[in-house]
C-alpha cells in the first residue's frame, strides 16, 4: 500500500514538472535572435527604399504640380524651359506592354501547368520542370537582344503588311516579355495543382469524368489562389522589366493602343534606366522625375499587391 502511495506521489510530481528544458538552451535562443534580425533587416530596406523615393518626390513636386504629372499627356523631361511632366504615355506604355506579355504568358503558362500536372509521365515531368526552372534564370539583356535580333526579324516576314516604321515596337518587347514570365506562370500554377488532394480527382473519376474534366472543372478551381499567386508574381515582373522594353520597345513616350504592336512606346522602368546613368546634374528637376517615376511605380505594385492578396484570400481552399 505505502509502495503504490510513493508511486502515486512520484507521478504526481512528474506531471507538475515544467515542460520546458531545465537548462537554457543558447544555440535556440541565437536562432530566434538571428531570424528577428532578418525580418527587422527586411522592414529596413524596404523603409529605406521607400524614404530614398519619398524624399527627392517631395522637391520634384515643389516644382511640378502633382495634377499635371499624374493627368498630363506629354513626356518631355528633357526639354530645358519646354520640358513637360506628364506621365501618362510612360504609365500607358507599361500598361500595354504588361497586356501584351499577360496574354502570351498566362495561356501558355497555365496550359503548360495542367500538362505538366495532369498529363505528363513522370519521366516527362522531371525533365520539363527543371528546364522551365532554368528558362526563369536566363539575363533579361539576353531576351531583349533575342527580341531585336530575331523575334522583330520573324514578325516583319509572317506580318510583312503590317507598317514596321521603327527598328521598335512594342508588340515585339510585350512578346518577349511574355516568353520571358510563361516559366513562372507554369510553375508556380504547376506547383498550386500538384497539391490539390488526390481524392479530389479520384472522386471525379469515380463520377466518370474524363482526364480533362477533371483538369478543368475540380483541379483548376481548387488551385485558384495558387494561379492568381502566380498571375500576380509574373504581372509584377512585367511591371518591373527594364532591359527587354529598353532594348525592344524603344524610348518615344506616346500613348497607343495595345493592338497598334509596330509602333515604339517607352516605358516607367526604360525611362529610368536609360535616364539614371549619372549624367544628370543632382537636384535638378529631372533628376528628381526619376525618382517620381519609381515612387509611381512602386505604389502602383503595392496597390497591385494589395488587390492579389485580398483575392488569394477570398478563393483560397484549405483540405484537411
Known sequence: MSTNTAEASSAGADSRRPLGASSPRYGEKAIKALLALCAGLSVAVTTAIVISLVVPSVRFFREVPIADFLFGTHWFPDFGAQASFGVVPIVVGTLTVVVIALLVAVPVGLLSAIYLSEYARPGVRRIIKPMLEVLEGIPTVAIGLFALMFLRPLAEDLFPFLEWRTPFAVGIAGLAVGLMIVPLVASVSEDAMRAVPRGLREGAYALGSTRLRVSTRVVFPAAISGIVAAGVLATS????????????????????????????????????????????ATGTTTYNAIFAVGLLLFIMTLIMNMIAIRLVRRFREVYE
Open 237 to 280: 515582373r512585367a511591371i518591373g522589366e527594364t532591359m527587354v522594353v529598353l532594348i525592344a520597345a524603344g524610348a518615344t513616350p506616346q500613348i497607343i493602343a495595345p493592338w497598334e504592336g509596330t509602333e515604339s512606346i517607352q516605358t516607367m522602368t526604360a525611362y529610368i534606366g536609360a535616364t539614371a546613368t549619372g549624367d544628370i
